[in-house]
């Protein structure tokens, strides 16, 4: 089979011939027909310090089981993350990370649907949003953001206000229900919000906290960091969560993929996708999510 690897840290990104792997015990071998390509996995090529397997999303066939995996046969389509070499032709996933992807759906549909959906609604459910509350959501034009404008929409706000870097990316943002867009540069925000779901972090963290109205919540979701004074919250009763998938979850994660699922469905949420690379384009993948050019979710297909 073929599967993209690197040898040094910054790449560059190769395609190699390998075997097929077999499933282990409590695993799934999947033949992939897409890949969810994301920006904690491009960091790991330009930052980690030695090279590791390419995992992340992925969507498609099981081809084998193994012991104990009784979930899942042969025939059925999956997707889930995938912990090991993930840009490849077949891939082994472990059944516990697997949910069942429904015959309405392609297989990109599920790697740009799923695994950022569940982020998006659970940075989403941690705002504890009310009815016709103004929600924030910034780098609302990515594979997480353009789902948790939508699931903002469709749990109740009355007003969504998507925050990118650059505008233009404002008419892709306002197609998805978004009231208002504004660029992170800009002076003001178009806000207060009552709630802001924040991808981005860093230096953005400050104004994205100050664009909260007195009692707003911030969930920060981001691998960007940044540091909030007490005083910023003190002054006005603000709040500042953080989110993250935990493994220990999965009966309520398996219930935000209904969720998903169930909005997929009636048209509520619909996932973009920016566009499809094949396995030996997936440098070129990597850098529209480096450079933050993607509308929607960037995918492979093996």
Known sequence: MRRVRYESTGGPLFL????VPEAGPGELLVRCEAVGVTLPV??????????????GEIAGEVVAVGAGATRFRPGDRVTGL?????????????????????????????VALVRSGVVALGALTAARPEPGETALVTAA?????????????????????GAVSAPAKAAFVRSL????????????????????????????????LAALAPGGRLVAYSSGGGTVRAYDLLVDAKT???????????????????????????????????????????????????????????????
């Open 240 to 302: 500042v969560t953080g989110f993250q998938i935990a493994r220990e979850r999965p009966t309520l994660y398996e219930q935000w993929r209904r969720e998903l699922w169930r909005l997929f469905a009636d048209g509520s949420v619909r996932p973009a996708v920016h566009g499809e690379f094949p396995l030996a384009e997936a440098a070129r993948a990597h850098e529209v999510i480096e450079t933050r050019a993607n509308l929607g979710k960037v995918v492979l297909r093996p």
């Open 82 to 110: 995938c912990f090991g070499h993930g840009y490849a032709e077949f891939a082994v996933l472990r059944e516990a990370m697997a949910s069942s992807v429904p015959g309405t759906a392609s297989a990109v549909d599920a």
């Open 16 to 19: 190699e011939e390998a075997p």
């Open 177 to 208: 229900g978004a009231d208002a867009v504004v660029t992170y540069a800009d002076g003001e925000w178009d806000t207060p919000a009552d709630y802001a779901l924040d991808a981005v972090g860093g230096d953005l963290l400050a104004p994205a």
């Open 42 to 55: 491009v960091r790991k090529v330009t930052e980690a310090a030695e090279p590791v397997p390419l995992g």
């Open 141 to 161: 034009a990515s594979g997480v953001g353009h789902l948790a404008v939508q699931l903002a929409r469709a749990r109740g706000a009355g007003r969504v206000v």
